[in-house]
């Protein structure tokens, strides 16, 4: 099985280059201005992270749940052979990885621990979110109604910003209905819940805003022999340009 296309991160990490955009609607005609604030860009960073985390957790679900299987099949083999007493010597192995496997599982899926307290984290996130949205949504609304000729860009921004929020918050509480075994067969955008984010992302941004510049923070050798996700690198760049960006 390839997680690769159900990542819960495809579904829900904002990629950098989105989440750091610069737009020209700042006070002055020729200065940039980030696009989303502080508490936005910590929010969506946490919800990268927990995104992989996820991956990670459900790839050490499908071993463990491969190892347990193959465990009972090559032990129904072996005891249904019982001339072969060399074959019968390997029963204790079996029994130890069928119970390193059962081990593993027991931690992911408990309550303290794993897939829930990460889904915890992440319904937090989306509560927050779901507030970034709401004022994003006044504020293009107050916009449009008070400037109509001049707020143009800033109110399709606000919007555009509000919408994204909307749907990584629906994406987390789908997330948590599907765990939850909860009925979903009532939604009719399922398609939509499980589009690569930054598809999503592409189509709201790609004719209003210029994406700021990638840039390399890491150095080659610290590349070379560190393995980080792609949501960690995307974090790590994040927080080093936050440091420099002024306060509000």
Same mark, same amino acid.
């Given at each position: ?6 990542? =819960? ?30 508490? &936005? ?8 992270? /927990? #995104? ?11 071993? #463990? ?11 129904? /083999? ?8 060399? /074959? ?68 399709? &921004?606000?919007?555009? =910003?509000?919408?994204?929020? !909307? ?30 984010? !930054? ?36 974090? #790590? &760049? ?11």
């Amino acid at each position: 099985m390839n997680f690769s296309s159900c990542s =819960i991160e495809s579904m829900l990490s904002i990629p950098t280059k989105f989440i750091l955009l610069k737009t020209q609607s700042g006070p002055t005609a020729n200065q940039l201005r980030y696009l989303f604030s502080r508490s &936005e860009v910590s929010t969506l960073l946490q919800v990268s992270m /927990l #995104a992989s985390e996820m991956d990670v957790i459900l790839s050490l679900v499908f071993e #463990a749940l491969d190892r347990s299987k193959k465990c009972k099949v090559y032990r129904q /083999l072996i005891e249904s052979d019982r001339g072969n007493l060399y /074959l019968r010597a390997l029963l204790p192995l079996l029994d130890v990885h069928a119970e390193t496997a059962a081990n593993a599982l027991n931690q992911v899926t408990s309550e303290s621990f794993g897939i829930h307290q990460i889904l915890m984290s992440l319904d937090a996130c989306a509560v927050e979110l779901k507030k970034f949205s709401e004022q994003n949504w006044n504020m293009a609304e107050q916009l449009s109604w008070m400037m109509p000729d001049q707020s143009h860009l800033l109110s399709s &921004e606000k919007r555009a =910003i509000a919408e994204l929020e !909307d749907a990584v918050a629906e994406r987390i509480f789908h997330l948590r209905d599907i765990s939850t075994i909860q009925d979903t067969a009532g939604s009719n955008d399922n398609d939509n819940l499980f589009r690569p984010i !930054d598809e999503f992302c592409s189509s709201l941004f790609s004719k209003m805003i210029m994406p700021m510049a990638p840039q390399k923070i890491f150095t080659e050798q610290s590349d070379a022999n560190t393995n980080y996700s792609t949501s960690q690198l995307n974090a #790590a &760049e994040a927080l080093k340009l936050l440091g420099d960006k002024p306060g509000p």
